[in-house]
């Protein structure tokens, strides 16, 4: 049996279709360019000249339906003391499910505060920006540690 158009429509715009394993699409949000973590990314104090551990940014494709292309990767800022470690290959196309890390490193080379960006920027020019923070703290007691 054939139902008429007028009939079925109302019904496809009915509200819980998620119930049933269905996600409805944002299309606000899918195809646009995620980083992780979302909040800002504190390195702590170091000594001059002393490296942190290394902080992984996860890139991936917000939503389920469209991949996205990352152009290009960079930091900006204090960038003599936060660094990329291996330079990622891009641009790169990320499909729904896929993700790619790039990790920074901080490391301060005189006693005060320092911030950068880490900065990606997609095939459609939206760019994506993490906020980074570090301090260089001062040895007034010649110990090796931050007072």
């Known amino acids: 049996m054939r ?6 429509l109302p019904f496809l715009a009915l509200p819980g279709c998620g119930q049933f394993g269905l996600e409805p699409i944002d299309p606000a949000i899918d195809g646009r360019l995620t ?5 800002t990314t504190n390195f702590g104090e170091l000594m001059p000249g002393e490296e942190s551990k290394f902080e992984n940014f996860v890139l991936a494709p ?15 800022g204090d960038t003599g003391a936060f660094t990329i470690g291996v330079e990622p290959s891009v641009p790169r196309r990320l ?6 890390g790039v990790r920074v490193r901080f490391r301060p080379s005189r006693a005060g505060a320092y ?11 939206e ?18 540690r931050c007072d």
């Open 95 to 100: 499909n729904p499910g896929q993700q790619f």
């Open 62 to 76: 917000q939503g389920q339906e469209n991949p996205i292309d990352v152009e290009d990767v960079w930091l900006e």
């Open 3 to 8: 139902w008429p158009l007028a009939v079925v």
């Open 35 to 39: 980083i992780t973590p979302q909040a």
């Open 127 to 144: 760019e994506v920006r993490r906020t980074m923070r570090g301090d260089g703290c001062k040895d007034r007691d010649d110990n090796d």
């Open 115 to 125: 911030s950068a960006n880490f900065v990606a920027v997609t095939g459609t020019g």
